[in-house]
């Protein structure tokens, strides 16, 4: 079946602009994640919701990111005021639900290029 | 942050010989993943291992677990082109909390 999908797959944004970061989860996961990954790094927990609540936002760096998924499917991830060292991947993933169900599968990330 | 180191940052090695990299974390943990990222696949689960476990393959690879150390190993034998990427260690979850929390990652290249 379809994995998980993001777009757009590549922003360029001027410093200062908002940009908005779509994620599709694979059909029926319960959880989805966004994680934000520099270069040359390992991703970075962002955020996480199960369904529509979001659960835990402590990986947001700042009050200019904002993540949404208001009817439990989609999500989008909303970076306002953007700044250079926002640049990065951005990665999104989805989980089944239950305890066998621990494997998060991503997305193909959206490069995020600030100037 | 990051709490994982991954050694070495960087392997080379001829396609078929073995590979190994190692992973080392600070807190206790309920579960390991190891994950595999190249340009063409994106990130991609590749085992779970459980902090009751000592060891787990999944054809070619194979993920021991010391918790006793807080490490964790992935051999990759009998090399091929095709394992050229990063590999990530990646803590989680872990006591109801859901979120996985990446190493530094290794990249490997494999020689043809």
């Known amino acids: 079946g379809a994995g998980v999908s993001q777009s757009p797959r590549y922003k360029v944004a001027k410093r200062g602009q908002d940009v908005a970061l779509r994620c599709d989860p694979i059909s029926g996961h319960v959880s989805l994640f ?14 996480y919701f199960q369904n529509e609540a979001q659960l835990d936002k402590s990986g947001l760096p ?5 993540a949404e998924r208001p009817e439990g499917s989609v999500s989008t991830l909303k970076i306002q005021r953007t700044q250079q060292e926002d640049s990065a991947v951005y990665l999104c ?6 305890t066998i169900q621990e494997t998060q599968y991503f997305g193909p990330g959206t490069r995020l290029l600030v100037l | 942050s990051q ?13 078929g010989e073995n590979a190994t990299m190692n992973c080392s974390y600070k807190t206790s943990i309920n579960n390991l ?19 009751n476990e000592r060891e787990k393959h999944s054809g070619r ?10 490490s964790s190993s992935l051999l990759i ?5 095709a394992d050229t990427a990063s590999y990530f260690c990646a803590r989680g979850p872990n006591f109801g ?9 290794t990249r490997l290249t494999i020689i043809p």
Do not use: C
Request: proline share 2%; aromatic share 12%.
């Open chain 2, 33 to 51: 993943q190891w994950y595999r990222q190249n340009s063409g696949r994106g990130l991609v689960h590749l085992i779970l291992i459980r902090s």
């Open chain 2, 97 to 105: 909390n859901e979120k996985l929390t990446f190493g530094t990652g």
């Open chain 2, 61 to 70: 690879l194979r993920v021991t677990l010391d918790t006793s150390k807080k």
């Open chain 2, 77 to 81: 034998t009998a090399s091929r082109a």
């Open chain 1, 34 to 47: 966004w994680y934000q990954q520099a270069l040359g790094q390992g991703p970075e927990f962002l955020t």
């Open chain 1, 62 to 66: 700042s009050d200019r990111f904002f």
């Open chain 1, 93 to 98: 993933a989805s989980k089944g639900w239950g």
């Open chain 2, 3 to 15: 709490q994982g180191e991954e050694d070495p940052q960087a392997l080379s090695i001829q396609e």
